[in-house]
């Protein structure tokens, strides 16, 4: 039976390990998903050691960046990124290859572009982890300019203190890339002036759980167009397994 598998820690929101069981089961294909909670990335080798029949890996938090150095290969697009989600594993009698793709570009910006609007030019990208990367990088790719926020000060970055409701109304695309207000903090949510906001922003949130985020309520009450990120998981999860099976 192939081995899938999910890498990061904690993994307890995990959305793929239930997606693949079921569609496995569905499709009739000899395959099991797998949660590998580990504290380290140190261990990934060891993981691929004692799973012969592992053929495939999805990276989330907080290891899409630190796993780049672990691989063989690395798509163009997820070196461009510096992160990876999506690593296929190939068996060549006793050697192992790892290959490396970042398929959260390839999700979000399915799932962004039919929202964006003529006047949507500037994104606020909410931190600067792997997911806020590709994010960035998507947005750029359809043609905004985009700025990551940051709690702290780092260069390229502005911090949430300096977001004022001119600056909402310039970027008037924002993208919720941090774990605030996920599951169970639901009543959290990033510090931003929500009463800027008006009908011509988008509010984005690659949470899923819950289905509506403070973040996205907050928007809503001042009319702006919100989504959260399950369609975006679902796209990156069908690009996963067009990689995985050789459909790419």
Request: overall charge neutral.
């Amino acid at each position: 039976m192939d081995k899938y598998g999910l890498i990061g820690f904690p993994l307890g929101h995990s959305f793929s390990k239930n997606y693949f069981n079921e569609k496995f089961k569905n499709e009739n294909i000899d395959a099991e998903y797998i949660n590998f909670e580990i504290s380290s990335i140190e261990l990934l080798p060891e993981i691929l050691a004692s799973n012969p029949e592992l053929k495939g890996l999805n990276v989330t938090i907080p290891y899409k960046e630190k796993v780049i150095s672990y691989l063989d290969v690395v798509s163009p697009e997820a070196r461009a990124i510096g992160a990876v989600n999506l690593i296929k594993v190939e068996h060549k009698g006793n050697e192992i290859r790892l290959k490396g793709y970042n398929s959260d570009v390839i999700g979000f910006t399915k799932s962004i572009q039919p929202m964006l609007e003529r006047f949507h030019k500037r994104a606020l990208v909410l931190g600067t982890g792997g997911a806020s990367k590709a994010v960035s990088y998507g947005l750029r790719s359809l043609g905004l300019e985009t700025v990551s926020v940051s709690r702290f000060e780092r260069p390229g970055t502005i911090q949430y203190e300096r977001i004022t409701p001119e600056v909402i109304k310039e970027y008037n695309v924002i993208v919720n890339c941090t774990p605030v207000g996920m599951y169970p903090n639901i009543d959290e949510c990033p510090k931003l002036p929500y009463d800027a906001i008006d009908d011509k922003n988008i509010l984005y949130d690659v949470i899923y759980n819950p289905d509506k985020t403070l973040f996205m309520k907050k928007g809503m009450e001042h009319g702006a167009t919100v989504k959260n990120g399950l369609e975006m998981l679902l796209l990156q999860a069908f690009a996963n397994w067009k990689i995985w099976s050789n459909k790419e």
